[in-house]
């Protein structure tokens, strides 16, 4: 099971993320379930982490206007296990995608400082 918690109105999650050559940090990424990625990362967190490129996707913002996101490639400890999965790099908060929560049930007390938990389904 997954755990965070609810502040300044978002759920927030703590998930450590690692690139090619093992250099990891421990980031707080907000769940977006409006997000059908992975995970959003802002370019210093990429560059810092020395994600490798792996091309561009286009995406549709909330607003409906179009943009284009450069694509990389990392792991994060989901669960208790390392997992490859694809970074949108985006110029905002890390963010907790759809993809990332798929077989997963989020349950959240929508209140500050409340219980976010994410668990396997089965």
Known sequence: MITGVVRAGAARLRLKVRGPRGRGRMIEAIIDTGYSGWLSLPPDLVSALGLPRQGFVRGILADGSETIFDVYEATVLWDGAAR??????????????MDLLKGYELRMQVRPRGKVTIKRLP
Not at 84 to 97: F, M, Q, R, S
């Open 84 to 97: 490859g999965i694809t970074i949108d790099e985006a110029d905002n908060d890390p963010l907790v995608g």
